[in-house]
């Protein structure tokens, strides 16, 4: 569904894209991520056919985004960050006007709105003016604007900035149910929503791709040094003796703990995981375990360390 190449983009002073090269299968709900000025909304901009790139190609569903820009825009629903919504119209109103727009018929236009409206639940709101409704109804809008023309690719700038949380779940909701017969393109700053709802990740910093994978597959490299946390009830000084020459460990780190329990932290060679290693041991000497536990990286912890630019081995 996207195909980029070598796509730059230059202002004066500085470059905000420099030579992405990825592509998006279509089907696939992808989260396009990285910090405040990594160069995603450009990037979008681009792929919508919004601004011309320095240097570079981007096509979408097979057409170049420069020399075919009418048939890229015919298959892109795109909702920007700043939804630019007409204040002054009704919601259906407006839903009829855009997809007249977007080159649908009347009565295709007529059954659209239909369907978008019962889509993002705003039947209840069909009639009310845009202007008065509340940021989350307006961010439904917004969607259903972008859905009503029936896009192959649905690109989403930030959809969910500045809701309660109720109204982010809603919004959240509504992005998988698009997701299971479009292909998404999500950017956020929430990457609780990604975890959620995206199958692959790109993670841009400084106008390049840094990673580009599932997030179950970021997590195990990046935990590849995963500490395996155990607490015990047992002497120090024979926990310590027990577990220091256990293979596959690198590091054991053992204090004390709460009442009778010790505190066992061990660091494996490799990446393997030595829990089952450890109930072993302890079920040999008879020991009580109360916790077994090996950490985990969330996605969050994934970006920060990308984007800290440590972890190299990922890159």
């Known amino acids: 569904m996207i195909e980029v190449k070598d796509l730059t983009k ?9 030579g992405l090269t990825f592509s998006v299968g279509r089907g696939e709900v992808v989260g396009f991520l990285g910090p405040n000025g990594a160069g995603k909304s450009t990037t979008m901009r681009i792929l919508s ?3 011309p790139a320095t240097s570079g190609t981007a096509r979408v569903a097979g057409f170049d985004v420069f020399h075919q820009a009418d048939e890229v825009r015919r298959r892109i629903g795109y909702m920007p960050e700043n ?18 727009l977007k080159g649908l018929g009347w009565r295709r236009s007529r059954e659209r709105v239909d369907t978008v409206l019962r889509q993002c ?20 809008v917004g969607l259903a604007d972008a859905l009503v023309h029936e896009p192959d690719l649905v690109i989403l700038d ?3 900035i ?6 982010i779940r809603a919004v959240r909701a509504l992005i998988k149910e698009v997701g299971r017969s479009h292909t998404v393109l999500l950017s956020t700053h929430i990457l609780s929503e990604v975890e959620m709802t995206c199958n692959r990740v790109l993670i841009l910093n400084r106008g390049t791709i840094i990673a580009a994978d599932t997030t179950e597959n970021l997590e195990r490299h990046l935990s590849l040094d995963g500490q395996v946390v155990a607490e015990i009830a ?39 995981d030595l829990r089952p290693l450890v109930f072993e041991q302890v079920r040999q000497n008879g020991w009580m375990l109360r916790e077994l536990t090996r950490s985990r990286h969330s996605l ?8 800290r630019g440590r972890k190299e081995e990922l890159l």
């Open 10 to 18: 230059r202002y004066p002073g500085r470059t905000a894209v420099n």
């Open 158 to 160: 930030e959809p969910t």
């Open 83 to 100: 939804n630019p919504l007409h204040l002054d119209m009704r919601v259906r109103e407006y839903l009829k006007f855009r997809a007249r």
């Open 121 to 140: 639940g705003l039947i209840d709101v069909e009639r009310r003016i845009i202007g008065q409704l509340s940021k989350g109804y307006r961010q439904r």
């Open 300 to 307: 969050e912890d994934i970006f920060v360390h990308l984007t």
């Open 234 to 272: 047992a002497p120090l000084a024979q926990v310590r003796e027990a577990f220091r020459d256990l293979p596959g460990v690198a590091r054991i780190d053992v204090s004390e703990a709460e009442g009778a329990y010790v505190r066992l932290a061990l660091t494996p060679k490799e990446g393997e």
């Open 49 to 51: 056919s919004f601004m």
């Open 162 to 167: 500045g809701l309660d949380p109720n109204q």
